[in-house]
């Protein structure tokens, strides 16, 4: 091949490779934002993703704005409907009901609740499964007075997040994902038109200066090239934060996650409502979490009154049974076994609380309803502290690249 076709040919590579260069830096850097999710290396010397690294903080902040700008937690307890939640639980209260009572009774007097007429027991079943509906309904409405100290929307999200990088990594995937696919294109887009001056000064070091393609130019451009492709993605998927009109008004531009709101919202809603903040969650939070103590003391409340109430109802029949004594003990070891049981026959209103909470429609709705400064505030964290990791990692790797690339064209 004549030399200078060759030489035609390695000049006009440059602004080539220099947007391969781009391309696969900002690739790069994406990929070192989330991954690996746990710390590969002997440290000080190894890489944790920048999310997952930073965990702790990145949920918080990333709940900060579920809790202070979408969320009211007793507004949505507000449209669980009491009534609905004894209807759902009826079935299996009432199984339970006949099970305790059994229990206790043949713990407390085997022989006479054993020979007590079938009749007897029937009524005594009827008046305990008579107050159950009350039961849950006055249980509910106390629970809804108090979810504020039963619930801590902001510990179960970080604490999910937390302990779930995958899932704190999935969040920001999923919701920047055409961004994090422009930061990627970009280096295309931006290495190439690199790549052309690069490719004007090598050809005036060859042709004009005769001294021949300096060592230093091409890792010199890559590394401008991998720091300005990562700089200029980052600018432009937020800002400007309002549409604006360019080239005398030819056209128009506006960051590019902001525009993407409504689909966003939608997106993010999925998330929280299905991953985050599910109707299991909160249940365990609430029967484990600081403020079970307080739920312990509702539940039983409302069990000793509703207990009370049918011991009262059933004195007549049970009486010539057992002794006022023994019913004391019967209603304190009827507590504990409910207090035991609640929380798995409440597991049946799971369904109901979700299509009451309809946590999905609201959190899009309500996300969607942002102002483009409040809704900027979402993604930003992710870039904002820690930018600079993001930028210098695309700028190391362009300047390896580029020395490289001297290498194989040039030497």
Request: aromatic share 10%.
């Amino acid at each position: 091949m004549p030399e200078y076709l060759v030489s035609i040919l390695l000049f006009a590579s440059i602004p080539i490779s220099s947007g391969l260069v781009g391309w696969g830096t900002n690739v790069m850097a994406i990929k070192m934002t989330f991954y690996p999710i746990e710390f590969v290396g002997i440290r000080p010397v190894g890489w944790q993703g920048i999310i997952p690294s930073k965990a702790k903080k990145m949920a918080v902040k990333s709940v900060d704005m579920l809790t202070t700008k979408l969320l009211k937690i007793e507004e949505r307890f507000g449209l669980i409907k009491p009534e609905r939640v004894a209807e759902e639980m009826g079935p299996s209260l009432d199984k339970l009901a006949r099970q305790i009572t059994d229990e206790v009774m043949q713990a407390q007097a085997p022989s006479i609740w054993g020979s007590t007429p079938k009749f007897v027991k029937t009524q005594v079943y009827e008046n305990i499964t008579k107050e159950l509906p009350q039961l849950v309904v006055q249980m509910m409405n106390d629970i809804k007075d108090n979810i504020n100290d039963l619930l801590d929307l902001k510990t179960i999200g970080v604490t999910a997040l937390t302990k779930n990088k995958a899932l704190l990594n999935d969040m920001f995937i999923r919701c920047g994902k055409e961004e994090f696919k422009f930061i990627e294109k970009s280096g295309i887009y931006f290495g190439i038109p690199f790549g052309l001056v690069q490719m004007g000064l090598a050809i005036y070091f060859v042709n004009v200066m005769k001294i021949g393609t300096p060592w230093w130019l091409l890792p010199l451009f890559g590394l401008i090239v991998g720091y300005a492709t990562n700089w200029l993605a980052l600018k432009l998927i937020f800002e400007p934060l309002y549409p604006r009109k360019y080239l005398f008004g030819l056209f128009e531009f506006q960051g590019l996650f902001i525009k993407r709101q409504p689909e966003v919202a939608v997106e993010y809603a999925k998330i929280v409502s299905g991953d985050i903040l599910t109707t299991e969650r909160l249940f365990e939070f609430m029967v484990r979490g600081p403020g079970a103590t307080h739920l312990a003391e509702i539940v039983r409340d409302n069990l000793e009154k509703s207990i009370d109430t049918t011991i009262n109802s059933t004195r007549g029949l049970v009486k010539w049974v057992v002794s006022d004594k023994q019913l004391e003990v019967i209603k304190n070891i009827a507590v504990y076994r409910f207090m035991q049981e609640i929380p798995i026959s409440i597991r049946d209103t799971f369904a109901y609380a979700e299509e009451a909470l309809d946590m999905e429609n609201m959190l899009e709705e309500k996300m969607a309803g942002l102002t483009e400064k409040e809704f900027e505030g979402f993604l930003r964290p992710v870039f904002q502290e820690d930018e600079w990791i993001l930028i210098m990692v695309g700028a190391v790797l362009g300047m390896l690249a580029g020395v490289l690339q001297y290498i194989l064209l040039f030497r």
